[in-house]
């Protein structure tokens, strides 16, 4: 392993040993100032910017990939408002989430504190790195960043000024690194160490990649493949409305739905009535059995469709016989993200919220409501399909975990194990 | 991989889809029925547990882990006490964490759920299978059990007992499964896609093995390096106390102290205290440097000392200059489990709590502490030294995770990205 990366995530370990001793408010002034030296720094930060789209054109990238490259003064000013935002938001490190008195003069309390180093590889997106490493600080967490190649330039005058800023303010050496190769990525991937979560955005192959390559936990989504059931007892108008949303809205995202499901009792009148809605935006409908009996402008789908996440104008229709089958089937293909069933009928709606095992399971609504700003969260660090630590979209919170306090007066176990001393719980 | 273990695999998250459907009082009553069968079978296990008794003295088994795998009809008794506690605690899953509406006809809630499937790795302790298999049940996850193979008969009549039982109450096929053999544990290891969460129990180095060799989350911890600190301005008989009782309370036990450091300033008055405590056991001390000048019987110590797990009457003793380096050391050699600062300064102890990188940080008090029971947190599930989903002692709500549950009408991601609709978060 090169020593250069292990190096670096050594100094974010050690930056983070006091990264988590700092105040809030000396957190929140740090962020002030970089965002100051972000906005006087935009001229340059434009001109890098527009080295990376030159190259990138030259390159051949396609005209959507350099679209998302743009970072001028604008783009620029947009990000900021996001930092204005994290400072306004109150401090989430040090609270006391549970305090319970084990004996008169035994005080156990559980309190949140940073996880400590954060491994964030994400996209050719310079505001991704901006936002990523506010959160981060905000979170008192040490960042090392690796971003897409192709905003390099971009990127490494962010970094270099969000260093310099933060260092002024007070933040501890470290606090932020800046990786730029793909070697360096495998690096990083080793440093079990010192790196304690890693969350890649990215394209799911990708992150399939790195949850198979590395012993340090991942937070994120590999798959996005999500259902809508539409059940006997469906409104259809809605049903139509709905499967339109969470198709077509935004095809490119992870809670866009890949799969439709059918009871069979309402095939025949609620397929057209979908395929219609879906038709305005020239949905391709890829039909399983027999739903194609009732879906005039589909084509034949097999198995394989659905495994499928098509980011694309393309939906998998299939019928079920009942509710049981609907949920079967989601819990074998999907992939855990978010499935939502359309119906009228508590009880059938009662049990698929019990039966699907989903991040988010929902009833008579969008799938594309799967997102951290829609939930009200604030700021999101990602959606995550594990189901250990963070599930669903993930706020600040998911940046952090706890540790547990205990203050005592010479308290000894001997005294509570022979019975001289016995604990009483008194929750606080 | 053994067609065999993949299948029970595959059978346990089958059973786990239906588990996490199942009411509280359904998983209620089959504790409480598994509970007779148990009892009812008392004769038949004690039976079982002589041949493993037996068979294992004939194999030369040192005598505490001969011990350590009796399991007649007393031993049961108490271990039944347990379910019945469990069935007296109120039902974990399904609890509202959170709910928010984002809309006047969009509610969201963030409710708990059972992980899914477990997979339990312990030691040669019949008790400890009764144990786990109630904390699955009662938080509605599927289990695949490999206890140590010193007790292949006692588990055998103990998880067939238990499946019968279970599955008369109404408990779905597979939701309990034993393995017997190191090679399907080593199977088990490789069932990503059907087990969701590994608990390991038993020795570190194999702890260690399995957070190495699994792309299964791991829950554990692989070493208990614990450390005591004794500040400038610590009150000595308490210091010597509590140094005492984390050595020597129990030597086998994760949490038990493993390096004693002393603030020089109060070097040549504390050690000799300390020492004379130490005594009263046998315990060796190992001095580092400088503090051999102070410990009348210390034997000298390498930085080696300082990542060592003794499990024994040992213990390594080293001055520092302040705090400061206090905190370093420990967040260097330590294992982020469990460590105590002895100081009646509130300052010193707050630096403390705020630098010490560990799952537990304590302030006049033994680090024998860090256990569920202690903590009031019912039934164990574990102690995990990872940061991430469960950190410290563990209870039952290490077993759970949560799923987002969102009840709409019709709501569609279109009308609030076209401005038609708007989001307002009230907290309920």
Redesign the interface.
Known sequence: MSEIVKEIAQGAKQS??IL??TSGSLRNKALAEIANALRNAGKEIAAANREDMDDAAKDGMPEPLVARLLFDEHKLDETLKGIDELVAMPDAVGKVLEE?E?DSD?L?RKVTCP??VIGVIFEARPDALVQIASLCIKSANAVILKGGSEAKKTNEILASVIEKAGKAAGLPDGFISLLTTRTETTEMLRCHEYI??IVPRGSNEFVRYI??NS?I?V?GHSDGICHVYVDKAA?L??AA??V??SKT??VAACNAAETLLVHADIAAEAFPKIEEELKKKGVLIKAFGDAEKYLASAVPATEEDFKTEYLDMVITAKIVDGEKEA??HI?KYGSHHTDSIISEDKEA?A?F???V??????????T???DGY???LGAEVGIST????A???VGIEGLL??????????????D??EGRRS?H?VEH
Request: glycine share 10%.
């Open positions: 983070s040993f988590q001793t319970r084990l035994l156990l996880i400590g304690d979560l949850m198979d012993q936990p937070m409104d108008a809605k409305h709905i339109y949303d809205q935004y949920i079967d819990n709606i049990e919220f019990a039966g095992d989903s991040a988010g399971v929902y009833a008579n609504c969008s594309r409501f799967a829609r939930y009200g594990g189901k250990l630590h599930r669903g979209p975990t706890y540790k547990y306090l205990l203050t005592g007066n010479g308290n000894v176990v001997e509570y194990a604990f719980f």
